[in-house]
């Protein structure tokens, strides 16, 4: 389907076998979370989930999924980083809620980077899908933040405790592959199959019995919006408060510095990456 030019950095996708698609479209910055983005993702899965269609899959465009918080938009904001850190937060987490909730099942599409927010966006899925060449990495520790975007809520719930402290606390990167054989995601398959996988799942989900997969969902989410709603609001929180610190806000700085360092043979100032967690 062909798609019109658009400067909005997550979009709305309506095609006509009943697959609503949630594009996130700023992908020359890996479609780094700033709050423009932020907002745009909760706006729009709002306007999804007044009229979700047969089923939603959420993709991106471009290399990356998600590499998590533009850390140069953090990193500017002085003594109120932490506030915007929390608008940040608040706006993606109204988005994750939103997408949890949907009465329709729903499709992730995982391309190349997902780290930070991206990894709850990725898990946010009922079933999700990645490229084996995918890499999944928490990244929050190792900036001196804490995760968001219910990663803490979704992770020991699909892997256990063990596991979920692991990636949290080492940071550990996972491919596609690996992510399919810890439980993180529903499968796994090859870079150039992800795509038409995707659409063809969420097409066949689309075209079931709608009622039925209206239900089921009902009964696997029994009882747990309210608890991913306040542990959302206590991810938020947490992470604010951390980036108000000095501690953070130094190895945000120096990872930073890291990025715009240039390469030996390469007189840029900066280089071309997106100033994220990847």
């Known amino acids: 389907m062909s798609l019109p030019v ?10 006509p076998d009943g697959v609503v698609e949630l594009r996130l479209d700023d992908s020359e910055r890996g479609n780094a979370l700033d709050l423009r983005t932020a ?16 089923a939603v899959l959420l993709r991106a465009a471009g290399d990356s999924f998600c590499v998590g918080g533009d850390l140069r938009a953090f990193a500017t904001r002085g003594a109120q980083t932490g506030t915007y850190v929390h608008a940040v937060a608040s706006a993606a987490h109204a988005a994750v809620q939103a997408l949890y909730e949907l009465p ?9 980077a997902a780290a930070g927010g991206g990894i709850g966006l990725a898990l946010v899925g009922d079933i999700a899908l990645a490229a084996r060449s995918a890499r999944f990495r928490l990244a929050y520790t190792a900036i ?7 990663a803490s809520w979704f992770l020991p719930r699909l892997v256990g405790p063990r596991r979920a402290a692991e990636l949290i606390l080492t940071n550990r990167v996972l491919t ?4 399919e054989r810890w439980g993180l995601i529903s499968r796994s398959v090859d870079d150039g199959d992800l795509d038409d996988t ?8 689309a075209a079931g019995a709608g009622d ?30 951390l980036a108000d610190g000095r501690q953070a806000q130094d190895r945000m700085a120096s990872f930073l510095a890291a990025r715009r360092r240039p390469t030996p043979g ?7 990456e997106p100033q994220s967690v990847s």
């Open 6 to 15: 658009s400067t909005e950095p997550v979009r709305i996708v309506r095609h």
């Open 212 to 241: 039925a997969l209206r239900a089921a969902k009902r009964l696997l989410r029994a009882g747990d919006g309210d608890g991913l709603r306040g542990h959302l609001a206590e991810e938020a929180r947490s992470i604010a408060a």
């Open 104 to 112: 329709v099942p729903l499709v992730t599409a995982v391309r190349g």
């Open 144 to 150: 001196g933040l804490t995760p968001d975007c219910g």
């Open 266 to 272: 390469d007189s840029r100032a900066e280089t071309s």
């Open 198 to 205: 995707a659409h063809r799942t969420a097409a066949e989900l």
């Open 176 to 179: 596609g592959d690996d992510a």
């Open 39 to 54: 907002e745009a993702l909760r706006d729009t899965a709002f306007e999804v989930a007044a009229d979700p269609g047969g």
